[in-house]
């Protein structure tokens, strides 16, 4: 992506660590934190991870702690393995603190009065339940290529999987929520 004290974030094709330059991994995270948090905040969140911002936190520190995995120019695909495997952890810890009765008084922030921030607020809530009902691999592509934006290529890049699987992915989950989206609107008995 571009030169960072003395040192190259993305140098493409040659498959070097990070830390080869010999920049300091303080800095390094740093930056990555600057160029990718709000993406993997964003990804976690539509995963359906309550705890979003500190699971992205975690994301980052996992990240830091490896830093010497990290190969140049594949960071943001490193980031997303990890923020997967921290989401599928607390999707799994929530499910086990629900089934152990501790989130008994979670409950929704109040909204200003704006019945468009509440139109908002319901449809992201929709959004969330349907995108839950869907399973990991195939949320995980939807939401990517739908929310974030990303091309197939870039979320099969990012899922280490191939193309032609991101797109049967990708289209899997594209029936499966509009079936679910179907599902929930209200049926018009008087018009049939």
């Not at 089934?99 to 139109?119: F, I, M, Q, R």
Request: hydrophobic share 45%; no cysteine.
């Amino acid at each position: 992506m571009g030169d960072h004290k003395g040192f190259v974030l993305a140098s493409a094709a040659d498959e070097k660590p990070l830390v080869a330059s010999g920049a300091d991994s303080d800095v390094l995270i740093a930056t990555l934190l600057h160029l990718h948090f709000d993406f993997i905040w964003r990804l976690l969140k539509r995963l359906g991870v309550a705890e979003a911002e500190d699971a992205a936190q975690q994301v980052f520190t996992v990240a830091w702690k490896r830093i010497g995995d990290i190969t140049a120019g594949k960071e943001k695909a490193f980031l997303v393995g990890i923020a997967l495997n921290v989401g599928a952890d607390a999707r799994r810890a929530r499910q086990r603190r629900l089934e152990d009765g501790a989130e008994l008084d979670e409950l929704p922030a109040p909204l200003p009065d704006a019945s468009d921030l509440l139109d908002q607020r319901r449809a992201r809530v929709v959004l969330d339940e349907i995108l839950a009902t869907l399973t990991a691999e195939l949320r995980e592509a939807f939401v990517l290529f739908e929310v974030e934006q990303l091309k197939v290529r870039e979320v099969a890049e990012l899922l280490g999987i191939p193309p032609g699987t991101a797109a049967s992915r990708l289209r899997r989950a594209r029936e499966a929520f509009r079936a679910e989206l179907e599902r929930r609107q209200p049926t018009n008995k008087e018009g049939q």
